[in-house]
């Protein structure tokens, strides 16, 4: 029990220790038929990232647009249909608002936050996060979303939104620093769980094939951690 703790502790020390790149993080475009733009990381309409990273929008329903008029950096992807993705990548910090042409008079807008890669913050952005160093907590993490995640689910999005979900549960319990929030939703993103080479696997082959994609093969999960679903019924 103490080597696989200690395996996964390197592992993930591994996710701590993996070169600064440029990040890519996705917005859904009018999930469930609903006329909003949803993060898939702060589960709001706000996007936060750093210059040089890319904000990429899939469309959940048909019939929406992310659109920008103001400089600097107007876009429009134009009124698209199911399934469609548009990107863009922001090189210069600020604050960027757009909105959906159809239904902009109906709330859907969204903002983009980009904070400087370097230096101290400006007066339009926030300041850096801090980093995430403990990787004990971070691992731990990564057993909660072993235990309950499925690694078979029918899109790898759906895993990755789950283990940010599990994390959430994880910061709000103490259990993970906020800090680590995004270090356990990116390892949980290099998987294979849910991606169709994945999902064409029957059986236990599947979810035993996949999980070994993780790269952690801490299968049991240590003494007082708390799931997302316990914590949950627990009330936190």
């Not at 990429?56 to 019939?63: E, L, T």
């Not at 236990?204 to 003494?223: E, G, H, M, Q, V």
């Amino acid at each position: 029990m103490q080597s696989r703790r200690a395996l996964g502790v390197a592992v993930a020390l591994l996710c701590l220790a993996a070169p600064l790149r440029a990040a890519t993080k996705t917005v859904e475009v009018g999930p469930n038929d609903m006329l909003i733009f949803l993060d898939e990381e702060s589960g709001t309409n706000t996007t936060t990232i750093t210059a040089g990273d890319m904000v990429k929008w899939v469309w959940m329903s048909s019939g929406h647009s992310t659109t920008r008029t103001e400089m600097p950096q107007a876009w429009d992807s134009g009124i698209q249909a199911a399934p469609f993705d548009f990107s863009q990548t922001f090189s210069n910090p600020g604050t960027y608002d757009y909105h959906c042409t159809p239904h902009q008079a109906f709330g859907m807008v969204g903002t983009v936050i980009v904070q400087p890669a370097t230096g101290g913050p400006t007066s339009t952005t926030l300041p850096p996060p801090p980093a995430c160093t403990d990787a004990e907590a971070v691992a731990n993490a990564r057993v909660q979303v072993d235990a309950e995640c499925p690694c078979g689910a029918a899109h790898h999005r759906a895993y990755v939104r789950c283990a940010a979900a599990v994390a959430r549960a994880a910061v709000s319990a103490g259990l993970l620093p906020k800090a680590c929030k995004a270090t356990v939703k990116g390892c949980a993103a290099k998987s294979t769980c849910g991606l169709r080479s994945t999902s064409a696997l029957s059986g236990t082959a599947a979810s035993s094939s996949a999980r070994k994609s993780l790269s952690d093969p801490l299968n049991a999960r240590p003494i007082g951690v708390r799931t997302a679903s316990t914590m949950t019924a627990s009330g936190i």
